[in-house]
């Protein structure tokens, strides 16, 4: 089983729809669990972090971690089709010197005027 | 600021053939990492170097050799290129302390024939 199992998808809305996107994850050790929005031919960028369990809001964005189910959630509420772009869930141990990420696969998402 | 630079941006090499990818940094960051990434595959780290004169292998680093030449400055070279590395390269750095916000540069397109 892989570290962190994310749905490639792709996934297409209307604007206005709420959106979804969920990770699952087997390393018990992950703390730190991030989402970045990677557009078309650019390079990922950060859009939330979330340490440990609980809830996390910013905007039209909120995401969501359950350790005891392993399982992190990014809703979008209210999409534009500025929000299509490649979703990349991301998680890390924290500690040490160095801190890795692990990625998921990434879902595509489209969202259609 | 330019945030991470990479060169080239593309890059056609045949198989055998040899080439260093560039990468800078200009916000002072600690830590830089190499991935590759690859249809389905999603991010995959090849090497990182948490500090200033320290290297460290990654998930995938068969085929790769890296230098932090300076504070700013890693790059990643291919001796001997082969198909299996057609892939898009993306160079990030961090600060120690936040790594989970990891700064990506816009990526290197490289096709191997």
């Known amino acids: 089983q892989k570290e962190v199992e994310q749905d490639p998808g792709p996934l297409s809305v209307p604007e206005g729809a709420i959106v979804s996107l969920n990770c699952t994850y087997s390393n018990s050790a992950f703390q730190y669990f991030m989402w970045y929005r990677q557009y078309s031919r650019k390079g990922p960028e950060l859009l939330m972090y979330?340490?440990?369990?609980g809830n996390k809001e910013d905007g039209r964005f909120t995401a969501q971690v359950d350790k005891s189910s392993k399982y992190i959630s990014l809703f979008i509420r209210d999409s534009q089709p500025s929000d299509s772009a490649t979703y990349l869930c991301?998680?890390?141990?924290?500690?040490?010197?160095?801190?890795?990420?692990?990625f998921g696969k990434g879902t595509l998402l489209t969202v259609n005027p | 600021n330019a945030g991470v630079t990479q060169t080239p941006k593309f890059q056609v090499l045949k198989t055998g053939q040899s080439m260093t990818l560039q990468c800078a940094q200009d916000?002072?960051?600690?830590?830089m990492y190499w991935y590759r990434q690859d249809p389905g595959m999603g991010l995959r780290l090849i090497y990182y170097?948490?500090?200033?004169?320290?290297?460290d292998k990654g998930e995938v680093p068969n085929g790769y050799n890296v230098s932090r030449l300076n504070k700013r400055e890693f790059s990643l070279r291919l001796e001997s290129a082969a198909p299996s590395q057609t892939s898009v390269y993306f160079c990030?750095?961090?600060?120690?302390?936040?790594?989970?916000?990891?700064?990506f540069g816009p990526g290197t397109r490289l096709t191997v024939t």
């Open positions: 170097s948490a500090s200033e004169g320290t290297t």
């Open positions: 990030a750095s961090t600060f120690l302390a936040l790594s989970y916000e990891q700064y």
């Open positions: 916000m002072n960051h600690n830590s």
């Open positions: 991301a998680m890390s141990a924290g500690g040490g010197s160095n801190y890795k990420l692990t």
């Open positions: 979330t340490y440990s369990s």
